[in-house]
């Protein structure tokens, strides 16, 4: 599919509803100076060419720092991963999956409420139909976030 042309109102736009993806469509129209119908049009323009592709929340601090993260390389028995990811779809301790070059296959990023959690989490992505290795690394602090 051709990457999607962005004017400047889409690109305003899009970084409104980064600030606040629930923002109501009056709000909206009222800090981009244009009318309601406009925004709603564009903001469905913009879902339908997928530039916009879902609306997501974003946890307080405080409660996601009291979460033990974890970076799980998971090596795959060939030709599987279209079923371990979705397999790893289902399991909502996972908060991103990145498919990688080099001697891993995927690096799962996961969060748990503790360490025992943590480490009951890791067993059941290991234990997957298809996970050949998996090696974990807990996050112990952020440096930088960006």
């Known amino acids: 599919m051709p990457r999607p042309a962005l004017d400047p109102i889409d690109r305003?736009?899009?970084?409104?509803?980064?600030?606040?993806?629930?923002?109501p469509t009056a709000v909206l129209a009222r800090k981009l100076k244009l009318s309601r119908t406009t925004v709603q049009s564009r903001m469905e323009r913009l879902q339908r060419q997928r530039v916009i592709a879902g609306y997501t929340i974003s946890v307080p601090d405080e409660l996601e720092a009291?979460?033990?993260?974890?970076?799980?390389?998971?090596?795959?028995?060939?030709?599987?991963?279209?079923?371990?990811?979705?397999?790893?779809?289902?399991?909502p301790e996972?908060?991103?999956?990145?498919?990688?070059?080099?001697?891993f296959d995927?690096?799962?990023?996961?969060?748990?409420?503790?360490?025992?959690?943590?480490?009951?989490?890791?067993?059941?992505?290991?234990?997957?139909?298809?996970?050949?290795?998996?090696?974990?690394?807990?996050?112990?602090?952020?440096r930088i976030d960006r």
Do not use: F, M, N
């Open 12 to 23: 305003q736009l899009i970084a409104l509803l980064r600030e606040d993806a629930r923002a």
């Open 66 to 91: 009291s979460l033990v993260r974890a970076h799980v390389l998971i090596t795959l028995v060939p030709k599987q991963s279209a079923a371990i990811e979705q397999a790893l779809r289902k399991i």
């Open 94 to 103: 996972l908060r991103v999956l990145h498919s990688v070059s080099g001697p």
């Open 106 to 142: 995927l690096i799962a990023i996961v969060a748990a409420t503790s360490i025992g959690e943590l480490d009951a989490l890791i067993d059941r992505i290991g234990a997957l139909d298809g996970v050949e290795r998996t090696t974990s690394a807990i996050v112990l602090s952020t």
